[in-house]
């Protein structure tokens, strides 16, 4: 039996070939979606699950408002740590280090410094492995606190120094700049960052020595992590470890020694404002486990994109088998008299929905294999656009994926071929073989609302798109108050040349100055974008606001291209006055400070002292760090080089020649900074990295709209072709009584359209409330562009009276006589 209801499957597929096409090419571009997107999140997910201990391994820090600026980040001082150890007793253990974002150069050969390999690296105090329990390949992990020089190494990274993993013993020459000579690391164990990844992304690990901080140690910030004990409330230990932290604090701030001093919470706030500025603060506390997909401790959050991806996901395999469903039930007109027959002849209705499922199986099973072609052929311009490395065959998890896609395309068969098989199995045999099956509602009513959902969700993600990209232009073409292309800058290795003052640097500068292409050189402690600067108290009129402070030589302006909109730049000529007597601000300090214009005296807290400056100049706000956060009150200074160092030489280009004006920079910078290994750093690249993230989600909001706009018109082709086909006789008698071409479009027309409005109005609204919460990430942002909205709808409504004319005009071009002929 079941054989045969293969054949008749099969005989069925094939008498009606191109809805089955349609059917199973929308399916299988549905799947090859969905097996992409599980690729992605499996292995996002994926991080610091490989420990059950890791669900109570926490990571810690403070958010604080100081004198009005918010401080928040993914250190806090090593004092948290003291308070922990000593009063929380529902802790296992604390460890602090430097974990994130440092980069170590190494290499095998003491004389091969050319082929030297930049990896992340940890330094970790004694108890980190007992909070984080990373488990060694080859060697003990925990022989790394034997010596300073010695290191674990990732798998990964053994395997692409040494081209083998087990290297317990061998070497690693770390170059450690001009300043200091190189340093052997003897590697002492290996663990398989395979099997235990790891979002903190370091590949090697040594010892932090904390006795080098001193008495500064409880003040110095790090990375926190901690451990509960099995059992223990979370939520109430971490309100104890805020409470206690906070009083900590406050003690440590006030100076009162008096080991009987011992303040409430209240007072401890009142303290910490009262000597430091600091008018909120609060731990920020999040589990390990979900630190990679974290939106306050990532830069580059990827929560937002996985949520986009699994709704994406969803929709995906949704509107796959709803198209799959809409066929099916138009072809269930032209299948009626062929249930009624069987059931005459004696078919059980259970033999009938085995028959249907069977074609339901085999169309699956085809669109199953396709998928697997498309999701392979596919994968190149994913990982393109996510810069990722997925692999569907060469995964250490295709069986999980395979298998997670198997248990999906079951749900398909039962959720696309469930309905239909009833429908078609529950024809009544009288009903149909008279002929009136077709005066049945119930069928279009269900074909109708399955049509609204699709372009529902189709309409929504093109509009979707459309916001995303005029925010993105508007990123890209706004104003940042600086001049960002052909600004380029390198950071200064030898501590000798960082604190040159203007008249050390003279000789470098004109050395620099006199490469055919550079236009001017100036020096800074930071890039001018997405690079923070020091932070001060500046006050007037009782009004203390905590600023940016970036230390910068006086043609820093002009070459960066940033504009004074009142007063005046720093000048060489002034140096020796503007360096102790002058300042210049943004427009967001001026504003929040109350000043109306230039020269206002205002105080700066310098060592300690409160010193009085002059505000000689406002300079236009920049947008250092994107769009997503409010431009920080900013404070630009020429004092002080001895301590603060100018270490980053800014370039300002000429657009001609650049190849050979880069090539002449590297060759004098090798002379002006011996043995240095410089990174050259783009202001425009820096920007758009800071605008990835974004870019990101407008192409996969692109994509997969694309995709979910292509499955749902092949659905609606299908549809209109099966509807003129069924109309073919009244098409053909309103043809003899007059009726134009014109008029039988439209009439075939309407009832689409219809449809599709209504979809319009349900799209518009989900689109807009998705779009507002989009915004909500934005400090600076364009208005709803609702002009996107409009030309959407209308390209839809065109889009689609073409598609169902495209179909119907055969129909209408039809004889007459030969649809008319047998009645």
């Known amino acids: 039996m079941f054989k045969l209801n293969l054949k008749i499957a099969w005989r069925n597929l094939w008498k009606n070939k191109a809805y089955s096409a349609i059917n199973i090419f929308g399916l299988a571009a549905g799947l090859a979606g969905f097996m992409i997107i599980l690729l992605y999140i499996n292995k996002e997910t994926g991080y610091d699950k490989w420990n059950p201990d890791l669900k109570r391994t926490y990571i810690v820090a403070a958010d604080f408002t100081k004198n009005g600026s918010e401080n928040k980040g993914s250190k806090i001082k090593g004092l948290l740590s003291n308070v922990i150890t000593e009063q929380i007793s529902e802790v296992n253990a604390v460890s602090i280090g430097n974990i994130e974002g440092r980069k170590l150069d190494v290499r095998i050969k003491k004389e091969d410094k050319e082929n030297s390999t930049q990896f992340e690296y940890a330094s970790v105090d004694s108890n980190f492995f007992k909070v984080y329990p990373l488990q060694a390949y080859y060697g003990k992990m925990e022989d790394i606190y034997l010596d300073q020089n010695f290191i674990a190494i990732s798998y990964t990274a053994a395997e692409k120094m040494f081209g083998t993993t087990d290297v317990l013993n061998k070497v690693l020459i770390n170059n450690r700049g001009v300043n200091a000579p190189e340093a052997s690391l003897v590697i002492k164990a290996v663990w398989d960052d395979r099997k235990q990844p790891s979002s903190f992304g370091f590949d090697l690990i040594f010892k932090e020595n904390l006795d080098e901080y001193g008495n500064q140690l409880a003040m110095t910030p790090f990375t926190t992590i901690f451990k509960l004990k099995d059992g223990m409330d979370q939520e109430k230990t971490i309100q104890k470890i805020n409470d206690a932290y906070i009083i900590a604090f406050a003690k440590m701030q006030s100076g009162n020694s008096d080991a009987n001093f011992s303040p409430t919470k209240s007072q401890a706030l009142k303290i910490l404002n009262e000597k430091e500025g600091i008018t909120a603060i609060k731990l920020i506390t999040e589990p390990i486990a979900n630190l990679n997909l974290s939106s306050f401790y990532t830069s580059n959050p990827k929560q937002t994109t996985i949520y986009i991806l699994c709704a994406l996901a969803s929709f995906l395999i949704i509107i796959s088998c709803i198209n799959y469903t809409n066929l099916a039930l138009v072809l269930a007109q032209t299948r009626a008299k062929e249930v009624g027959v069987k059931k005459v002849l004696g078919a059980f209705k259970s033999s009938l929905i085995h028959q249907f499922f069977s074609e339901t199986g085999i169309q699956c099973i085809i669109s199953f294999l396709l998928a697997l072609i498309f999701a392979e052929l596919i994968l190149p311009q994913v990982n393109q656009i996510l810069s990722d490395n997925l692999t569907l065959f060469g995964t250490k998890d295709v069986w999980l994926i395979l298998g ?420």
């Open 404 to 823: 997670q896609v198997t248990l999906i395309l079951i749900g398909i068969m039962l959720l696309s071929g469930a309905y239909p098989a009833l429908v078609l199995a529950g024809f009544l045999p009288a009903k149909v073989l008279k002929g009136n099956f077709s005066s049945s509602t119930h069928i279009g009513s269900l074909r109708k609302v399955l049509v609204v959902f699709q372009f529902t969700v189709a309409i929504a993600l093109v509009i979707s798109f459309g916001v995303i990209y005029a925010q993105l232009n508007f990123m890209k073409q706004k104003d940042l108050g600086l001049k960002k292309n052909q600004l380029m800058s390198v950071r200064i290795a030898k501590y000798e040349t960082r604190h040159l003052n203007p008249a050390g640097f003279e000789g470098i500068k004109n050395r620099l100055l006199a490469i055919k292409g550079v236009e001017d050189v100036t020096r800074a402690t930071e890039q001018p974008i997405n690079d923070s600067g020091f932070s001060d108290d500046i006050t007037f009129n009782n009004t203390t606001l905590s600023v940016e402070s970036r230390f910068i030589d006086p043609n820093y302006f002009e070459t960066i291209g940033a504009k004074i909109i009142q007063g005046r730049s720093y000048n060489y000529n002034l140096l020796s006055t503007d360096s102790v007597q002058s300042i210049v601000l943004n427009e967001t300090a001026v504003k929040q400070l109350g000043l109306s214009k230039t020269d206002h005296q205002i105080s700066i807290t310098r060592n300690g002292d409160k010193v009085k400056v002059n505000v000689v100049g406002i300079v236009k706000d920049i947008q250092a760090y994107g769009f997503d956060k409010e431009i920080m009150p900013t404070a630009y200074l020429v004092n002080d080089y001895p301590t603060h160092w100018r270490a980053n030489v800014i370039f300002r280009l000429s657009t001609q020649n650049l190849h050979q004006t880069m090539a002449n920079i590297k060759a004098a910078w090798a002379i002006i900074d011996t043995g240095a290994q410089p990174k050259f750093v783009y202001a425009d690249e820096v920007f758009a990295k800071m605008n990835n993230s974004y870019e990101v989600s407008e192409k996969i909001i692109f994509s997969f709209g694309i995709v979910t706009l292509m499955v749902s018109i092949f659905g609606l082709i299908g549809f209109a072709a099966f509807n003129a086909k069924m109309r073919i006789k009244e098409i053909a008698v309103r043809r003899i009584l007059g009726a134009t071409t014109t008029s039988l479009l439209k009439l075939l027309n309407i009832g689409f359209v219809k449809l599709v409005i209504v979809s319009m109005l349900l799209a518009d609204v989900l689109a807009y409330i998705y779009m507002q919460k989009w915004f909500n990430e934005f400090a600076y942002r364009i208005p709803m562009p609702f002009g996107i909205f409009i030309i959407v709808n209308l390209s839809i409504i065109l889009l689609t009276i073409l598609t169902v004319s495209w179909q119907s005009i055969r129909a209408i071009k039809e004889n007459p006589v030969k649809a008319l002929k047998y009645e």
